[in-house]
Each structure stands twice: as C-alpha cells, then as structure tokens.
C-alpha cells in the first residue's frame, strides 16, 4: 500500500480562533471559485503592478484554507474585529497571509544553498587599508 505525504498546516490565531491552514490543490480550487479569479491575481493589479488584496479576499482565503470545521463567515468576521482589537492590524494580516503561501510553496521552492543579496557577505571598509587599519 502507498503512503502519501499530507501537506504541512499552518496554526494561526486570529482573535479567539485557532485556524489550521493548508493551500493544497482542492484548498486553492475551491478558493479560486470563491474569489471569481486566480489567487495570483490578489497581488497584481490590472496593469501587472503589485497591490495589497482586500481584506474581505484575505478572509476568504484564511477560510477556505482553514481545516476545522464549523468556521462560518459570520464567526471569521467576529475573529477578526477581535483581532484588530487586540491591537493587530490590516498589515499583520497580510504578512500571515504571505506566510502561509511561503510555507504552502505557492511562489515556488527556495534553493538551497542560494544566497540573496541581503546574505551575501557585505561591507563598509574600503577597498585599501590604512597603515593602522582604523578609520
């Protein structure tokens, strides 16, 4: 008999909810349906530009990744007032969101052994050392 790997969750609190989050295939289709367009499309505006989604499209998403059951909208709404009052904003809901398509692979795999710009070994000394080697 062949095992199959179950795709990671990701926990994530949102007010007084706990959602267990997965983006696997039937997740990003049944999504996609929701929205009326592709989840790529929550980034890129009509000329191709980059653009923060709407928090309404954010809630969709959290939903329709979420894995527990009985999550209804009206409860998702409740969370999140509840969690902006507990002092969270627009832009922490975002970035959770960015990382749940990070940690899902939905912008592709990172490389091993790759460095960024921001990694790569920088600094500010000048190309020739002075005689006492200070400034």
Known sequence: MATTAKKATKTMQLGDLELELKLGGREVFKIERRLGKSMMSLFMDSRGGQKLP??????????????????TDKRLVAAFEKYLDEGNTTMDLFNDLMDLFEESGFFGKKKKGSKTATESEVTLDADEETEDGLL
């Open 54 to 71: 709407p928090v309404n499209e954010i809630l969709i998403v959290l939903q329709g990744a979420n894995q527990k059951h009985g999550v």
